[in-house]
């Protein structure tokens, strides 16, 4: 099995000789992993290098102000233009995911490639030996600071201009929930410092991403939590499951379901919540939690998934009714973790 290397390797030949780069990260990307991925791309291009950004998916359409997104290729979309980049890279960049399968179809191109693959991310449980460079590290907020942390360490710093600063701000921003979560570290919110004194206008990115919904999307959020959300006091948990023709009904696209999985930890004692969407091919899983319920080992044992220890996702190929049927199952089985009510700062003392 190969080693992987330390990304610090990379460092040094960063401005040797100009390469064809690709940047790639997780299918349906969220803003961390296009943040993370443009940002890293307006850095490189200052370098003389030859970048293209391909996502395995579309994505949703309230990250289009992202600067150069336009310029981003979709490997389901235009699978040819993008094959033929993605074979011609001598570089490939993998942020914001670790196994290969979280791309989809572009997976089997990747494994196979026979370029030099760097990975910077910050999830659990990486395939090391499908890289050859790189940085895997969940204790970090977002990719988007992982990347930040690469430009600098790199010393190109100065390199941060405005592009890069508005694309990562928008991953470390989405990834800690708007610097809540423990993850937000005093480092997160020196980089932020840095961003504002380069002349990043945080509260123009805010509205990009918050406020750039359309009507019908607050309106399927309102019947969702009237219709299709379900508490369970007993394992301070919640799950929302949503099937098929509520997606149609509302005329949802991707990105439009971010952060429902969030509404049920607001009521008081919810420890847990789940959010399951029937889609075409599958019934994909979200899990959240708050403290110490680790939801990364729950969506590997029931869900085929993974993620971080307060986020993860999964999917299954069950009915939208088995699927439920097999979380319920799960959360009988978790009933102790579940109930285990200590705070986070209790556990650490
Ligand atoms: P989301 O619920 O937003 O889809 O995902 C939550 C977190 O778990 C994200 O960081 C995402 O990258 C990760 N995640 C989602 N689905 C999967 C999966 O199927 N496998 C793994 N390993 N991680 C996932
Ligand atoms: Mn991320």
């Known amino acids: 099995m190969l080693q992987l290397k330390s990304i610090t390797e990379v460092y040094g030949l960063l401005d040797r000789e100009k390469r064809r780069v690709v940047i790639t990260m997780h299918q349906k990307p969220d803003a961390d992993a296009l943040g993370s991925s443009l940002g890293l791309y307006h850095f490189l291009v200052q370098l003389g290098h030859e970048v293209t950004v391909i996502s395995p998916t579309n994505w949703p359409r309230f990250l289009n102000w992202m600067p150069d997104s336009a310029k981003v290729l979709d490997f389901e979309g235009m699978n040819e233009k993008a094959l033929k980049v993605l074979q011609e890279a001598e570089w490939i960049f993998c942020l914001d995911f670790n196994v290969m399968a979280r791309t989809k179809k572009m997976g089997t191109f990747l494994e196979e490639h026979p370029g030099t693959k760097i990975l910077i991310d910050h999830h659990e449980a990486p395939s090391e030996a499908q890289f050859t460079y790189g940085v895997c590290d969940p204790s ?39 610097f809540r979560f423990p993850a937000t570290t005093a480092s997160v919110h ?60 509302f005329e949802i696209q991707t990105g439009d379901t971010e952060g429902l999985v969030n509404y049920p930890l607001g009521i008081q004692g919810i420890r847990m919540a789940a959010l399951v969407i029937d889609r075409d091919e599958e019934r994909k899983w979200s899990f959240r939690s708050k403290g110490n319920f680790d939801t990364n080992s729950f969506a590997r044992k029931y869900f085929n998934g993974g993620g971080h220890f307060n ?39």
């Open 311 to 349: 986020a993860s996702g999964g999917r299954t190929y069950e009915t939208l009714p088995q699927t439920v049927a097999t979380f319920k199952k799960a959360l009988q089985e978790n009933v102790q973790a579940l109930q285990n009510e200590y705070p986070i700062s209790i556990i650490n003392e």
């Open 190 to 249: 020196r980089m932020i410092a840095d961003l504002k004194d380069r002349g990043l206008n945080h509260t123009r990115i805010h509205e990009n991403v918050y406020d750039n919904f359309l009507e019908n999307r607050l309106r399927f959020i309102g019947y969702i939590l009237l219709n299709r959300m379900e508490i369970y006091y007993e394992y301070n948990a919640a799950l929302i499951s949503i099937p098929k023709s509520d997606l149609l009904k």
């Open 140 to 178: 970090k907020s977002s990719t988007a600071e992982m990347v930040y942390d690469f430009i600098v360490h790199s010393g190109h710093g100065d390199l941060i201009n405005i592009q890069v600063a508005e694309c990562l701000y928008a991953g470390v921003m989405t990834d800690t929930g708007s």
